[in-house]
């Protein structure tokens, strides 16, 4: 068993296909199969089975793929913490939700990396599942979302303030108002990002607190999407003011001031709580917990647009 038919089998199993895990390894097909068979012959047992046009992991491919995970994580992990040892700079892998590496996160990575530019920095981009997943297999340092953690050994610090607004387009009736209740806003089409993610489960709390049954919800796969959709006056949204300073500033969506909106919430830093933390670690955690990465974000939104109070 190698790394590299570990590695390989992990892709398989994260893609849900030989052509996925070829594609995204930019190996051939042919060599990801040849991984898989040397590795199920190994096994003795098979661990993957066809379903439809593509294959699922068998249970026995399940439990490999958690162990692969964590052998592969703990061996990133070493030479990290090898090469640190000898004087080098650990590299630094970071994963965010969306939100947070979108919005967040690229104003403060400009700020470490003037103060450390011999820490290479690399940031992957996806959901809570994946953040938390990257994490546990060790093959992320530090991660971002908007949520504290749920166990799992992972600890979450808050570090920046994180406030949800309602936007609607900019000719919204009800953006002139002083106040809106919320429950004026049943009857809006709203404008949700896809499941999995944090801002759709914050409106989901939101519309239960406020028990209104949304008469028309549509879904959409991005902040961007979401967005331009409601520019365009396709309905409301409830998102961070983080992802709208710009349009906000521009003009082209307008906050609603909705009773009980900002929702107040934080942005965390998250991080295995029982793993010593590499220096390249220490140092980004210094620099959210310094007046620094405020700075650095509040500035940066005073470019394209003030974030909205
Ligand atoms: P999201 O995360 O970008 O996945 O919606 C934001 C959050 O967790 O609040």
Same mark, same amino acid.
């Given at each position: 068993m190698t790394f590299s038919q570990l590695k390989t089998f992990l892709e398989v199993a994260r893609q849900g296909s030989v052509r996925g895990a070829a594609a995204s390894l930019l190996i051939t097909e042919p060599s990801v199969s040849a991984a898989l068979a040397a590795l199920r012959d190994e096994l003795q047992v098979p661990l993957v089975e066809r379903e439809g046009r593509g294959i699922r992991l068998t249970a026995a491919g399940v439990e490999l793929a958690r162990y692969a995970a964590q052998i592969l994580g703990l061996a990133e992990q070493a030479v990290r913490r090898t090469r640190e040892v000898a004087g080098q700079a650990a590299p630094l892998n970071l994963v965010a939700v969306t939100t947070a590496g979108e919005y967040v996160l690229p104003p403060i990575l400009k700020v470490f990396r003037q103060a450390h530019r011999e820490v290479q920095l690399r940031m992957e981009v996806g959901n809570r599942t994946t953040v938390v997943e990257r994490l546990t297999a060790r093959e992320a340092d530090l991660g971002f979302g908007g949520r504290p953690p749920e166990g799992r050994g992972i600890l979450g610090v808050p570090f920046l303030d994180n406030e949800l607004i309602v936007v609607a387009p %900019?000719? %919204? @009736?009800? +953006?002139?108002?002083?106040s809106v209740d919320p +429950?004026?806003? +049943?009857?809006e089409t709203w404008l949700v990002r896809e499941p999995g993610s944090g801002t759709r489960e914050t409106t989901q709390e939101f519309w239960a607190q406020h028990q209104f049954q949304v008469a028309s919800a549509m879904t959409l796969g991005s902040n961007g999407a979401v967005k331009q959709a409601a520019a365009a006056g396709l309905g409301v949204t409830l998102i961070s003011s983080h992802a709208v300073a710009a349009e906000l500033a521009s003009g082209a969506l307008r906050r609603l001031p909705v009773a009980?909106? @900002?929702l107040r919430r934080s942005w965390y830093v998250l991080y295995l709580e029982e793993d010593p933390l590499s220096g390249s670690s220490t140092k980004f955690l210094e620099l959210l917990s310094s007046p620094g990465a405020h700075t650095a974000v509040t500035e940066w939104f005073r470019g394209p647009g003030v974030v909205p109070a």
């Open positions: %900019h000719d %919204h @009736p009800l +953006a002139g108002e002083r +429950a004026r806003l +049943a009857g009980g909106t @900002p």
